[in-house]
């Protein structure tokens, strides 16, 4: 069965640290983009950090020097390391796997998504 799952969303303190995490399986991952997304009621899913299949990785400015994306692929798991959190972060973290090398910008070019894990940082 194909399929990611995402774990590791709390509640934090302003300032805390997290790290999300995101098995898959039933795919070759290795071959596949990735990608972190996040959202909050009555808005947009946004783009939080995006990797290749070549541990290429690009960030949301607002997250730039705060979140670290990796990829294991020997562990088949996808992580977010989330630092120096800030309230705006709050929200339902997704990972979503694109079948290309380099990683959409657009959610909608994203295949396969986990059901969310979700990340609350209070002041």
């Known amino acids: 069965q194909v399929q990611l799952v995402e774990s590791g969303g709390d509640s934090v303190q302003t300032g805390g640290t997290l790290r999300l995490s995101c098995t898959y399986s039933?795919?070759?991952?290795?071959?596949?983009?990735m990608g972190w997304f996040r959202q909050v009621p009555g808005k947009e899913r946004e783009g939080v950090a995006r990797?290749?299949?070549?541990?290429?990785?690009t960030y949301a400015d607002s997250v730039k020097g705060r979140f670290t994306i990796s990829r294991d692929n020997y562990k088949k798991t996808l992580y977010l390391q989330m630092s120096s959190l800030k309230p705006e972060d709050t929200g339902m973290y997704y990972c979503?796997?694109?079948?290309?090398?380099?990683?959409?910008?657009?959610?909608?070019?994203?295949?396969?998504w986990g059901q969310g894990t979700q990340v609350t940082v209070s002041s």
């Open positions: 979503a796997a694109a079948y290309t090398y380099w990683p959409p910008t657009s959610p909608g070019d994203y295949k396969l």
């Open positions: 039933g795919f070759n991952f290795s071959t596949y983009s």
């Open positions: 990797i290749s299949a070549g541990y290429y990785t």
